[in-house]
């Protein structure tokens, strides 16, 4: 049974040994938002969040008074899943135990030591930072295995947060207790039929039962190997049902359960990319990105997921739920788990087992050279190690990956960096079957760009990606600003327009968030409409743009399907309300333009447009080359008739009769030519793609100039 606690928490005097002020601390959760709370600190608003860090460097303390109820011969065990980072745990004053990290989970016997009443406290160390001089935040943590993006990054302003952020209690165990158990399994070569093999650690007799997905008994017993027949694949989301079996493991005194979700997954080599070059001199090929699922080649779509909160510990399954589902129905398939924002808790996994999300998995290295001292290979070997055991179980996670962008100068790692060799050894001799990469971006692959302009070509988004052919683009973004509601929170009422560079809005991330100009890039708004005359005229115009973008993007990277088999922008979701930011998905759950647009972008079946650039002046010769995508288990077949809307007047393009495109196939049809009319105002026009069968219409805003 277990029993949750009544916590304080505190700043700790390390001279006096007291924490000479206390206030409720919430378990799971972070220390420093209770401090927060406690002093009337709303970080969210203006340059508020700064004021926390005059406490990045004290120790805090969380005490409680155990409430429990044991009966005769139970064991009484204090269980915390997870504490962030360095911490000592103390029974009476007495200290029990001792670690650095937040992912290993800590289990005290605590017997003979405990009673009602007796004071447990957890003494949270001062947030690890490596000594000398760093080019960026982000290096205080190359030696540590804290996930980094909480010493800054361009979205996420420095809150460096620890304490209990993972369930914590008092647990009582009967000699029956489930210690531990896991299931595995195999499948045959027709993918029709399984061994399973559950592996568990219990004193006594274990009887085991697996329900099929419609909640049908398939097995009971006290064997932990049997064969289930005639098995129900899990597939990700588009591309069949996620089915789970679920399943029960029992004594006499306790019961663990879980879901098992049948599948094979591997990592194939894309068309043309894997063989060596047709001659001398010679190198290696591109990595192998895509993935096969149940021996099925699919193009994966989706998104870069960052930590949706500042306090990792009060992210609930609420929050998750909403996030994961909004992704589904905007027809994605996967997430990448960006290594800079670590693991997220179990909840996060099972929602994905359950929608069908795939899961790409990074450790939590990111844009740093972790080089390998024997402290830091030592905590990295036991934290990774709790990581892949726990997550292994998932049928959601596809992919393990060392970190991100590793292997790029500001980085400066390669393959033989031993911390990389570690993770894959780890993952080699404890997930054998799932996939490993060292990080991300990997030969043929492409992280970039970040905005709609590209500073150094001055091409827009769809120039730039029209001319490239990577075989994965695992981050691009186009940024807008927040919206006005947003902005209205965020930033003082004087300060909203016009906008200029102060405090709030360079905290929030609106200037020299990644050079001057980002996130708001004003200077590409001024550039192509002119000055903005209001903050609402603003905000419609860049967010009509980053929706415009990034809808060419997927739709771009679709149209080079099998060449390319994988789209994941950057990014998802936010931390808080950032003022401007690459996010489909504004804090804490407000779904911007551009997630409609990226939504219509990948539906399974979709009439497409590659248009060669987004702004047409009077006179211009207009272009298009219509496209028929088809990600579909299906062939399918469509008439398109196209049009342009300019200033309320539609002019007839053309027609395509598109004949059949076969299953996860695209294929390219009509090019059409107009001569640009005369244009009595810049702004918007309309390129109108309409299918003869439902749901396949497209529509795309591009810019008119007078």
Excluded at 50 to 60: G, I, K, Q
Aim: charged share 25%.
């Amino acid at each position: 049974m277990k029993f949750n606690q009544k916590w304080l928490a505190g700043i700790y005097d390390s001279d006096k040994g007291e924490a000479p002020e206390l206030f409720a601390a919430s378990v799971p959760g972070n220390v420093q938002k209770d401090y927060a709370d406690y002093k009337g600190i709303d970080i969210m608003f203006s340059d508020n969040v700064e004021a926390l860090e005059a406490v990045e460097d004290v120790f805090w303390i969380y005490k409680t008074k155990l409430e429990f109820e044991a009966e005769s011969g139970d064991y009484v065990f204090f269980v915390a899943e997870g504490i962030d980072y360095i911490f000592d745990i103390f029974l009476d004053g007495k200290k029990l135990h001792s670690q650095e990290g937040m992912y290993t989970k800590v289990e005290l016997d605590i017997t003979e030591k405990a009673k009602p009443g007796s004071e447990l406290s957890v003494l949270i160390h001062p947030h690890p930072k490596r000594p000398g001089y760093h080019e960026t935040p982000r290096q205080e943590a190359d030696q540590s295995c804290k996930p980094p993006v909480s010493y800054e990054w361009d979205w996420n302003p420095r809150l460096l947060i620890s304490g209990i952020w993972k369930p914590a209690y008092i647990e009582t165990r009967k000699r029956g207790y489930i210690s531990s158990c896991e299931p595995f399994y195999t499948l045959d070569s027709a993918l029709k039929n399984a061994e399973v093999r559950f592996e568990t650690v219990c004193d006594e007799k274990v009887v085991y039962t697996l329900f099929d997905p419609d909640g049908n008994v398939v097995y009971i017993g006290e064997s932990p190997e049997f064969t289930v027949n005639k098995v129900k694949l899990w597939w990700c989301s588009g591309q069949g049902d996620p089915n789970l079996y679920k399943w029960a493991a029992e004594s006499s005194s306790d019961k663990k359960e879980g879901f098992i979700g049948f599948r094979t997954i591997r990592m194939l080599c894309n068309p043309g990319t894997g063989g060596d070059p047709a001659g001398y001199p010679m190198s290696r090929y591109a990595a192998p990105v895509t993935i096969e699922l149940n021996g099925r080649r699919i193009f994966a779509k989706g998104s870069n997921w960052v930590n949706p909160e500042l306090y990792f510990g009060v992210i609930t399954e609420e929050r998750y739920e909403e996030l994961i589902k909004a992704a589904v129905e905007a027809n994605m398939n996967i997430f990448r788990l960006w290594g800079g924002a670590g693991i997220q808790k179990d909840e996060f996994y099972e929602i994905c087992d359950r929608l069908g999300i795939m899961v790409w998995q990074e450790f939590m290295l990111a844009c740093n050279n972790y080089v390998a001292n024997p402290h830091y290979m030592a905590v990295l070997e036991r934290e990774a190690t709790s990581i892949i055991i726990h997550l292994r179980r998932h049928p959601s996670l596809v992919l393990w990956c060392g970190g991100n962008e590793l292997f790029n100068s500001w980085s400066g790692m390669d393959d033989q960096s031993h911390a990389l060799r570690l993770l894959n050894k780890l993952c080699y001799e404890l997930d054998y079957d799932r996939p490993f990469f060292p990080t991300s971006p990997l030969t043929g692959m492409a992280h970039g760009g970040y905005t709609f302009y590209d500073r150094n070509t001055g091409k827009d988004v769809f120039g730039v990606f029209q001319n490239r052919r990577n075989t994965a683009y695992t981050e691009f973004g186009v940024p807008s600003a927040a919206g006005v509601n947003e902005l209205k929170k965020i930033i003082p009422e004087n300060e909203l327009f016009p906008i200029t560079k102060t405090k709030s809005w360079e905290k929030h991330h609106g200037f020299s968030a990644w050079g001057y100009d980002t996130w708001l890039c004003l200077e590409t708004d001024r550039k192509l409409f002119g000055e903005p005359e209001s903050l609402e005229q603003f905000v419609d115009r860049s967010q009509r743009m980053q929706a415009a973008g990034y809808k060419e993007i997927f739709e771009e990277t679709r149209r080079q399907w099998p060449g390319c088999s994988m789209s994941i922008n950057w990014c998802w979701c936010e931390p808080w309300i950032t003022a401007a930011n690459n996010s489909l998905v504004c804090y804490p759950m407000v779904l911007k333009p551009a997630y409609y647009a990226v939504k219509d972008s990948l539906r399974p079946v979709a009439a497409s447009a590659r248009v060669p650039k987004f702004d047409w002046s009077e006179g211009e010769l207009f272009s298009c080359e219509l496209w028929l995508l088809n990600d579909s288990n299906e062939p399918v077949s469509d008439t398109i008739r196209a049009s342009l809307i300019i200033g309320g007047c539609e002019y007839e393009l053309g027609e395509w009769k598109t004949g059949k495109a076969e299953p996860r196939t695209n294929i390219k049809g009509s090019a059409l030519e107009f001569k640009m009319p005369k244009i009595e105002k810049t702004g918007f026009m309309t390129l109108k793609l309409i299918t003869e069968k439902p749901g396949r219409s497209s529509e795309y805003e591009l810019l008119c100039r007078a």
